[in-house]
């Protein structure tokens, strides 16, 4: 079975140095604890938990899986446990604000831990990870009641937290839900309706589970504008706060699936059950945003720990594993046959998720930044500007690195060739867990939908034309950077042509919107590969920086280097078929009748 090992110098190495995290900090308001000491305790100790811990349990909770019985759900040997620990650590306050009991630290620390522990164990995992967003969306929404009630729970761990939003009729439509919220008389609401594929909707880790639940009021308008938001616990809260009487909620049962057996996915039914109002009436899903806006950058992160997973086990069976000679004569004379690293379609699949874990960690550290500066920028228009470069970015993060982590997955499971089929590797397990992440919190062709539809085309490419600005000048700053200039300009020529592009986009769906839904899935792809290049070309520069100055750490700065070519050579020339198949417009999708689709 597959270990994993935390990248602690690859973390290092974006976080301090691609990044500058201390002028980062520096730079906002209420990060004073955020030191350099700290982090470094944090993922000195975080290591350790992921690695000896977690790491074991992934194959457990594979093969057990969760049980149910009678209402009950019961999870995989040892995950109850390790959530003891990971409560007496203190690691679920870490992100959050003092006066409910937690750290202070800013989003983009905790992302190291979100990071260790979903690369150790993505099943076991999202249980804590439904909680930061639960606690997000109260700490944003709730009333200083709902706050006082819940959050000081949520934040220690005592408790954890859902999101019901999908039912069997609707998935992504969430204005066709019908689960209904009825006036009590005072002040709270009966919720009846039933929900499913609630990831850890019900399970025996936590004494209370504190459920975020969209609904219907009875006068409600229909579709999205008519949905409200509420909070549900499993167990009443107490006088003194505590978990009190059983509430009129259940779990009906839970999903046989394809992958991530160790979390529990629940059909939730609420029967009556007593909830609160989050925030105005019918404005449930504006307040639910932050939820699903927390989780879909979580989701990336997923895309990022299947990638690295499945990079270090199959470079470390690549180095291993006896097949054949090199073709440019005997690499190991001495044994019986060369290593298999030392073929060229091994070190292509090798590289690509090298570059797609690196480029993509890049990536999402910068978007947890860009969340510091949402929540703490003094002035108005750092923060307005931040939230308009997370709005562009957050459905690119969610649904390219969740591609990319699937097609790394499978090149993982290539490069064991027969051994990565059977299970005892784990590799089928790596691939069969990533593959929901492209399906859940919207899926690519949704976040597709979201990126060329509402983030570029509705704001007129406002948002686009910031990110594209920060490169421009990042081109304008480095083309005179002789060790890097041929990534800066191929960079800039795709940055330019990624505008171009979008406005020509504009102009064809001011005609036809069929040509948005056409050209969406290929424009955030495209938009992917440029956005990684950008990083990839400041990761080179970060590098050869460090070799001009003279470092001990040679190789792994010249790794950097080798693994930016590659990008640029190997993977953005994919943006070659992508800008072709954009420009071939919606005209031959959308010619065909439906019904001389049968055969």
């Known amino acids: 079975m597959g270990e994993y090992k935390v990248p602690q110098r690859e973390i290092s190495f974006v976080f301090n140095e691609l990044l500058n995290a201390t002028e980062h900090y520096n ?8 030191s350099s000491d700290t982090i470094e305790a944090i993922l000195e100790e975080g290591s350790k938990f992921a690695e000896r811990v977690l ?29 003891a620990q990971y409560v007496e650590g203190g690691w679920p306050s870490l992100s959050h604000k003092p006066e409910h009991g937690g750290q202070g630290l800013p989003e983009s620390v905790g992302i190291i831990m979100s990071e260790i522990i979903g690369s150790a164990n993505w099943s076991w995992a999202m249980y804590p990870g439904l909680s930061h967003g639960a606690m997000n969306t109260l700490e944003t929404h709730g009333t200083e009641e709902q706050k006082a009630v819940y959050l000081s729970k949520l934040v220690s761990g005592e408790w954890t937290g859902t999101m019901c939003l999908t039912e069997s009729h609707c998935g992504t439509d969430l ?14 609401y009966r919720i009846t309706g039933s929900k499913i594929f609630i990831s850890a909707g019900e399970h025996d880790m936590a004494e209370n589970i504190v459920h975020i639940v969209l609904a219907r009021l009875p006068d409600a308008p229909a579709g999205t504008r008519g949905i409200s938001l509420f909070v549900v616990p499993k167990f009443l809260p107490d006088a003194a706060g505590n978990a009190g009487p059983r509430n009129a909620v259940s779990c009906g049962a839970i999903e046989h699936k394809m992958g991530i057996h160790g979390n529990a996915t629940c059909v939730m039914n609420f029967d009556g059950a007593t909830g609160f109002l989050i925030g105005p009436p019918n404005k449930g899903l504006n307040c639910m945003f932050t939820f699903m806006n927390t989780a879909r950058l979580g989701t990336a992160l997923q895309g990022l720990a299947h990638t690295e997973w499945g990079f270090q086990n199959s470079l470390s069976y690549a180095r291993e594993r006896l097949q054949m000679r090199a073709l440019s004569g005997a690499a190991e004379p001495d044994k019986p046959a060369d290593p298999i690293i030392v073929h060229p379609e091994v070190r292509k699949m090798l590289l690509t998720q090298k570059a797609f874990a690196e480029g993509g960690r890049a990536l999402i550290y910068y978007c947890a930044q860009l969340v510091d500066r949402t929540q703490r920028a003094v002035d108005e228009s750092g923060r307005e500007e931040a939230e308009q470069l997370l709005a562009l970015l957050t459905p690119i993060a969610k649904a390219f690195l969740t591609e990319c982590g699937f097609e790394s997955a499978n090149h993982a499971m290539q490069i064991y060739g027969g051994h990565g089929y059977i299970s005892e ?32 085309l509705m704001t007129r490419g406002r948002s686009l034309r910031l990110f594209t600005k920060q490169i421009h000048r990042f081109c304008k700053e480095n083309k005179r950077n002789k060790a890097v200039g041929p990534l800066i300009k191929t960079l800039a020529k795709h940055n330019k042509e990624w505008a171009g592009m979008t406005l020509k986009l504009g102009l064809k769906a001011g005609k036809n919107r069929n040509e948005v839904g056409a050209a969406s899935v290929d424009y955030l792809m495209y938009s992917g590969y440029v956005t990684l290049a950008w990083f990839w070309a400041r990761m080179a520069v970060q590098a050869q920086q460090a070799l001009d100055a003279g470092t001990d750490e040679a190789d792994f700065y010249r790794a950097k280097l080798s693994t930016a070519q590659f990008y640029f ?24 009748d439906a019904e001389h689709f049968a055969f």
Not at 27 to 34: M, R, T, V
Not at 69 to 77: F, L, N, S, Y
Not at 175 to 181: D, E, F, N, Q, S
């Open 569 to 592: 050579e190997r993977i953005l020339p994919r943006t070659r078929a992508l800008a072709e198949t954009i420009r071939a417009g919606a005209d031959g999708l959308m010619s065909l």
């Open 175 to 188: 204005g066709l839900l019908r689960t209904r919220a009825e006036p009590d008389g005072d002040g709270s």
């Open 27 to 34: 730079s906002l308001p209420g990060c004073e604890d955020a």
């Open 425 to 456: 590797w784990g590799m089928e397990q790596n691939v069969r867990d990533c593959r929901i992440s492209m399906l859940y919190e919207g899926t690519t062709q949704i976040q597709a939908l979201d990126l060329l539809g509402r983030k570029v």
């Open 55 to 83: 790491s074991p349990l992934n194959r457990i909770g594979d093969s057990q899986g969760c049980r149910f019985a009678d209402g009950e759900v019961t999870t995989p040997d040892g995950f109850r446990e390790a959530y």
